[in-house]
């Protein structure tokens, strides 16, 4: 009887992160359809507005907890400016230059940044050689699936570019400092607080820059991107997310930026008719055995790098 809730909560945290997987590839096609009619940080901020009335209300009348203490309201702060603010807003505008592919190669720099940063703010995460040649088996798979795209064409993509690594950082280092210190918070309170802290920056920014979102060409397309984009990229996604971040290495719940872009191939072919090559496959199979090697590792005794 002791081993079957172990094992449950084994199996539940493999199913949390395979649909975060399923969730998170999609979301690259639905930010590039709703691109087509919408600005970036504007369709940023009102994805997020619809997400955070809709978990407000899940909250209030769920008989869930807001955040309370001011200690809990300035972590919420700095991760949702990181997470929401920053990391958002240049996902978004990048993609106005780059190949969606390239975006979600430099994206999957977020476990990279996640396993060095969790060794100044998780002591107990160790930074060990298993884990850097796993993440560096993914990284290879990724980019053999989209070598064709790594190039950059102008100086705006290389900006983009650039744009899209610091937005990688600022995601991995609010994943790190939310499992550090946003203990005692639910990943609900955690998802509400970080957006309605991070939104006064997009909106100013999608004003000042973009214009009223009154004057928008709002089509189906970009309303079906914002909906999809607010309840599972949003709701869902970050919910789950956080109730595993809690529960797992920060390192192996960042592995989720690995596989999301094969997973977004794969969707490609499947719907909209796009051709799945070898490439793909091949580079499918190096991101599956990085992520293998450290979400599925044996705890035998590993080497360390010392600090």
Not at 2 to 24: D, N, S, Y
Not at 204 to 229: D, W
């Amino acid at each position: 009887m002791r081993e079957t809730r172990p094992a449950r909560l084994f199996g539940m945290k493999i199913f949390v992160w395979l649909i975060l997987c399923l969730i998170w590839g999609t979301t690259w096609m639905f930010i590039k359809i709703g691109l087509e009619d919408l600005p970036p940080v504007s369709f940023a901020y009102l994805r997020f507005i619809l997400a955070a009335l809709v978990i407000g209300l899940v909250i209030r009348f769920g008989g869930l907890s807001f955040p309370k203490t001011r200690q809990h309201w300035k972590l919420l702060a700095l991760t949702g400016f990181l997470q929401f603010s920053i990391n958002y807003s240049l996902v978004f505008w990048s993609e106005l230059y780059i190949t969606s592919g390239l975006a979600a190669v430099l994206q999957a720099t977020i476990p990279v940044f996640g396993l060095f940063l969790a060794k100044f703010h998780l002591p107990e995460e160790k930074l060990t050689v298993l884990k850097l040649a796993a993440l560096a088996v993914g990284l290879a798979g990724v980019a053999v699936i989209f070598y064709d795209q790594l190039r950059l064409e102008s100086y705006m993509a290389f900006i983009g570019s650039v744009a899209i690594v610091i937005g990688a950082y600022a995601a991995a280092h609010a994943s790190v400092l939310t499992k550090a210190k946003g203990g005692g918070l639910g990943p609900e309170a955690i998802v509400f607080g970080q957006m309605i802290c991070g939104l006064p920056f997009l909106i100013i920014v999608g004003l000042v820059f973009e214009g009223s979102p009154f004057g928008f060409n709002y089509s189906f397309k970009a309303v079906s991107s914002v909906l999809y984009l607010s309840l599972f990229g949003t709701i869902a996604a970050f919910w789950l997310y956080y109730w595993l971040l809690s529960r797992v290495e920060s390192t192996k719940a960042m592995t989720i930026a690995l596989v999301t872009p094969l997973i977004a191939v794969v969707f490609g072919a499947m719907f909209l008719g796009e051709s799945l090559r070898l490439q793909v496959v091949l580079g499918g199979l190096l991101i599956l055995s990085g992520v293998g090697l450290i979400v599925f590792r044996k705890r035998l005794p590993r080497k360390v790098i010392a600090a």
